[in-house]
């Protein structure tokens, strides 16, 4: 059979991509494997052996933890966003890093498609590539199931666990773990022992808080220092890694929710965020410090906008990056430090210090008179109070009381 041209994987090493890459291969491509090393705990050297025994052209593993923390996790930071109020978007975020690297390669290597092993749901949206099996009739029709994947690599001489490690699925990266399918599909089931592998139990966590100082530039950290012990961090991976330990170490960032998919579904799913989760509420301080109330307002409706555009996959949209350069205008003055409590699964603001601040403590004082005197505040009031008068005098006539 002659070569249908290149196809670049993306490759885990689990049952799926390993089933679609030997697929491909039947079907008359040639694989070119891709993984990207974005902190999760994974032995790439036995995937990219594994890759290799399966009939792979040539395996790619890139590193792209730095790109994903300072070109995708800050601008999150910077934009205050959740999605639905809970979710910080770990995994969403990372989708588009891991997307671009790939279309790197396939231009590098003059491979014609690129394809992913997303089985449903956000990712087929985020990883919208030209060779996507699960979509493919001749796909779907021969693995109907998992048993038949099973089955398959069997056949095929593709290794595979006796037994699945944990009956649910998860996906890791230097921002977040995300667990969710299996057991974890029916809401009523509590997390079970052992679920949680990023952070530790809040009630089994340490007795004495760890307190912190992150100072902002621009809405971007760029400094902790811990304040129990006197260690500082300056570099930015170094630093997120060390947030990521503190807040392990004290049951920080675990949330179980269901969030409603991009495709129309509801789906539960359990996830760990600690560092994320330290810098949300230490930036949302700062910012609330430094910030005019007016466009914190529109700021506000930015980040929701942005959590929406992210979490559906439109990262590399012309409206996402227009929303990415307003919230990144709005920082400009967003500097200054945060000291922080980490303790028992929580995140306790201290105070903040910034030489930008808005708050004018003479001004808003019960001991002395501001700018302003008390008998101002008449007019204001009248003013406000017409709209109210005008919508009550309306509905008396309306239902005449």
């Known amino acids: 059979m002659s070569s249908k041209g290149s196809v670049v994987l993306a490759y885990s090493g689990g049952l799926d991509t390993s089933c679609i890459l030997v697929w491909l291969k039947e079907q008359g491509y040639d694989v070119i494997a891709y993984l990207a090393n974005i902190d999760q705990a994974e032995d790439f050297e036995e995937a990219r052996k594994k890759a290799l025994k399966l009939g792979t052209k040539k395996v790619f593993i890139e590193e792209v933890s730095k790109e994903f923390l300072e070109e995708f996790i800050w601008p999150a930071i910077q934009s205050s966003s959740w999605y639905e109020d809970r979710y910080l978007l770990g995994t969403s975020l990372s989708r588009p890093c891991i997307a671009r690297k790939q279309v790197e390669i396939a231009k590098r290597e003059g491979a014609k498609y690129v394809s992913h092993g997303a089985t449903g749901g956000n990712d087929h949206v985020r990883f919208e590539h030209l060779i996507a099996p699960w979509r493919m009739p001749e796909f779907y029709n021969q693995f109907q199931c998992r048993s038949d994947l099973t089955e398959y690599a069997k056949q095929h001489g593709i290794p595979i666990p006796v037994t699945p490690k944990n009956p649910w699925s998860m996906d890791e990266n230097l921002m977040h773990i995300s667990y969710e399918a299996g057991i974890l599909e029916n809401p009523k089931n509590q997390a079970p022992p052992g679920l949680y592998t990023k952070t530790q139990d809040p009630s089994k966590s340490p007795n004495v808080p760890d307190t912190l100082e992150i100072e902002f530039k621009k809405g971007v950290p ?8 006197g260690t500082t961090h300056r570099t930015p991976m170094e630093f997120f890694v060390y947030l990521n330990e503190i807040g392990a170490k004290h049951g920080v960032g675990r949330i179980n929710i269901v969030e409603n998919r991009f495709i129309g579904m509801k789906s539960r799913g359990i996830y760990e965020t600690p560092a994320g989760t330290i810098l949300y509420h230490t930036h949302l301080d700062i910012e609330a410090f430094t910030m005019d109330r007016e466009v914190r307002k529109i700021k506000q ?46 995140v306790y603001i201290l105070g903040p210090e910034t030489p930008l601040s808005l708050y004018n403590e003479e001004l808003v004082s019960m001991n002395m008179q501001g700018d302003y005197k008390p008998i101002d505040a008449t007019g204001f009031i009248n003013i406000n109070a017409l709209r109210l008068k005008e919508y009550h005098r309306l509905q008396s006539k309306v239902t005449g009381k």
């Not at 760029?222 to 012990?229: L, P």
């Open 222 to 229: 760029v400094k902790v220092t811990n304040i129990t012990d």
């Open 301 to 346: 409706g930015l980040g929701l906008k942005f959590a929406k555009l992210v979490y559906t996959g439109f990262w590399h949209s012309p409206e996402c990056e227009y929303v990415r350069y307003c919230i990144a205008k709005s920082q400009e003055h967003v500097e200054g430090k945060v000291k922080v409590s980490v303790f028992k699964g929580q």
